[in-house]
């Protein structure tokens, strides 16, 4: 198992419990949705996994096979090169051209092999449908051609684990469709994808293992995430029915 949370406590950076006794499980292959409203606690859950937050309190908090409780942190930098992020901002370099923003994540990460190196970014270019943009700046690129890019950088080492923290947050449905569709394409190699949105129609359209932060749990509604609705604000959130003619109403 690739992440195996068991009674763990989540925590801001500021001391604030935000999740209590969390579990979480996410194996090879699976393509896993967590959703819940601004502040119930999704992104501090990717930050942990990614070890930008420690998880101090916990039966288990194991991911890549590191007991997050116990590991040192010199092992970090290791381990998170066994991973690959995507933000919703894409966090691309705009000094440089896509081929340099790809170049400088694999030579921060100790690949040296310069044939090798030109081979890979070959490679996830053409992955992402994105072969001919190698000499473009990002500001060059559209919203949806940027986020393309960012796919391509989280998948240069082969990663265990992609996490995405709201990804098709800033596209246009047509756009964050077909990112969702190539990121279920690369859980076909064995990467799983951990992702955070707001977006619930793609829940349906590209059906997952669903997590739902709420109350200060982490609750697993895999079979009945199309029953609910989650709001950002007013009423405390409640199950409810959706019509499925009017699935706008359904936005976070």
Known sequence: MLIDYQKANIYQKDGILVLKEADFHVDEGEFVYIIGRVGAGKSTLLKTLYFELDIDEAEKAVVLDHDLCKMKRKYIPALRRQ?????????????????????????ATGWKNKKEIEERIDAVLKAVEMSEAGNYFPHELSGGEQQRIAIARAILNKPKIIIADEPTGNLDPETASNILRLLRQITQTGTAVVMTTHNMPLLDMFPGIVYRCIDHRLEEISNDFNKMALCEDGEPEKPRKVDYSSREDLSL
């Open 83 to 107: 991973m690959g992020i995507i933000f919703q901002d894409f966090q691309l370099l705009s000094d440089r051209t896509i081929h340099d923003n790809l170049l400088f994540v694999l030579q």
